[in-house]
């Protein structure tokens, strides 16, 4: 059993303990529980509505927990939401933001909404562009674009598919080189070591040119 629905399973079974003993506490008093409730009438029935968020949170929070959305110490975003899960609760989710703001979310609109598990993915993309100057010729840009595609397919760090490297725009100013490709790791420090690296890497091409 994971630790997460271990901690759900532990908080349920408190609150079913305290609620036992306290039945069991009324009973010993000599009030009889059961004709109580039933005398609430209207207002038992006003209970069952106000409680029919709480019930909707607490099988949200199950849904979560048994489709294995998230574990605590992802890094995931709901909506307009993102940072790292700190707790899953019963009721509610905790999401500590990137600016250190606590988030509580109700667990039904987290079922119920897209959730973005960023802590699952084994790469992140590189998405990118360069400009050349007008007067580098046809041969040039070739041998450029040969070098660069060469140095990225060799680099131990990048998958090598998707890989592409083309010359696809004359922008006002440049003649613009696009890049797309991926990093063979998702941790985010790597990620800028590896984009440094390929950056000077394809300053020294274009330089050497």
Do not use: C
Request: proline share 2%.
């Amino acid at each position: 059993v994971s630790r997460e629905i271990g901690m759900f399973l532990i908080k349920a079974t408190k609150v079913f303990i305290v609620t036992l003993g306290g039945v069991a506490f009324l009973q010993n008093l000599g009030i009889n529980v059961s004709a109580f409730i039933a005398s609430l009438g209207l207002g038992g029935l006003a209970f069952a509505l106000a409680a029919k968020d709480t019930a909707a949170n607490l099988f949200g929070g199950f849904a979560i927990l048994t489709d294995n959305m998230f574990k605590i110490g992802d890094w995931i975003k709901v909506g307009s939401v993102e940072g790292v899960v700190e707790d899953i609760g019963m009721r509610t989710t905790k999401i500590r933001a990137f600016d250190k703001r606590l988030i509580t979310l109700p667990n039904a609109t987290i079922a119920n909404s897209a959730v973005d598990n960023f802590s699952r993915r084994d790469r992140r993309r590189i998405v990118a562009r360069i400009g050349l100057v007008y007067s580098t010729t046809p041969a040039t840009m070739n041998r450029i674009l040969k070098e660069i595609r060469e140095m990225l397919q060799n680099h131990p760090l990048i998958h090598d598919e998707p890989l592409f490297v083309y010359f696809d725009e004359f922008d006002d100013s440049s003649l613009s080189l696009f890049f797309y490709l991926f990093t063979k790791t998702a941790d985010w420090e790597k990620y800028l070591q590896i984009r440094e690296d390929i950056n000077l890497k394809i300053m020294d091409i274009v330089e050497k040119n």
